[in-house]
């Protein structure tokens, strides 16, 4: 990774308008844009009577994590995958955890370059696994991330997507294609949520898991941050479960996490464990198979148990795994119970 200038790459899902902008066709937010302008993402761009990704082989940094950091718990357990995003957002979250990435709105700030390959190569040599897109969100920059994700697979890397899913119909079918396993922020389950804390909408949200759980065969696994009196309520919560159980199955684990004051929230309280216990409680009484809790330390939480006979398959402290006695099999070895995963 070298820190030269890059001045991006054209983009696709675009299309002219009859005033001489452009439209941006990649997520619900459609940013017309006039020559000169940035998208709402802040790494496309109007640039000669054409859209341009700004943020291609540009990123803001790179670090080696454990994989159940993503969050996912039921993807190649125990094993180490490369994550790195780009600067930009294509939402608005006011209590952003990861602002200073995301959040960015300083060329500069994109000062790490590395092709495709280089990634791809550098994941094999620092023995990972997989490689995460993650920290923004990597539907902003899926000409980069699409072109990664090709290098990842010839070297027989796995790839991931960290994603609040806020994409268009025809580029999710490109970008998901390329992913192998993806963890989805599911903000709330309250359009009014998304509209005033983050700049979206909740509804292609919902159609975007629809879409990965019933028409790809991506593995898929969903988090909701919890905030304190904003979208914590037992109501809300017990729609939520109740949509993802009629509409994606009993079997798509869920993590529940905590919330901690950043960004623009800095004042509101962080999330005491019990919120996640309750949250965790409704969401297994309801009849919800893999519950977990993450960002406090929970090890009834973030253990992998088997729904037959409740026997612990993988213990886990924190990103930790202790104890992993699934392997690279998909059933349990008390009951012989079949556990949804990727563990080979």
Known sequence: MTQVPYSGVPARYWHSLEDGRI?????????????????????????????????????????????????????????????????????????????????????????????????????????????????????????????????????????????????????????????????????????????????????????????LVKETEVWTEITTLLIPDINDSDEELSALVSWILKELGTQVPLHFTAFHPDFRMTDHAATPLRTLHRARDIALDAGMQYVYTGNRVDPAGAGTRCPSCKTTLIERSGFRVLNDHLGEQNHCPNCGQSIPGVFA
């Not at 780009?86 to 500069?108: D, F, P």
């Not at 092709?115 to 920059?141: G, M």
């Open 23 to 211: 439209q941006c066709d990649l997520c619900p937010r459609y940013c017309r844009l006039a020559e000169g302008q940035q998208g709402f993402c802040f790494v496309r761009s109007h640039r000669g009577g054409q859209m341009w990704l700004d943020a291609y082989g540009r990123s803001t940094g790179f670090a080696v994590d454990p994989i159940e950091k993503k969050p996912l718990n039921h993807f190649l357990p125990g094993s180490r995958i490369l994550s790195f995003g780009t600067a930009g957002c294509n939402l608005g979250c006011r209590y952003c955890q990861n602002w200073h990435m995301s959040k960015s709105r300083e060329t500069e700030r994109l000062s790490e370059t590395a092709s495709p390959e280089e990634i791809a190569q550098a994941a094999k040599r620092l023995d990972c696994h997989s490689v995460a897109f993650t920290y923004n969100d990597p539907v902003i920059f899926l000409e980069y991330a699409v072109d990664t994700a090709r290098a990842c697979h010839e070297l027989g890397l796995r790839t991931v997507a960290v994603t609040a899913a806020y994409i268009c119909d025809e580029p999710r079918r490109e970008f998901f294609d390329h992913m192998d396993a993806v963890n989805v922020d599911l903000k709330a389950f309250d359009d009014h949520f998304y509209r005033r804390l983050c700049s979206g909408r909740l509804d292609p949200v919902l159609d975007n898991l629809r879409y």
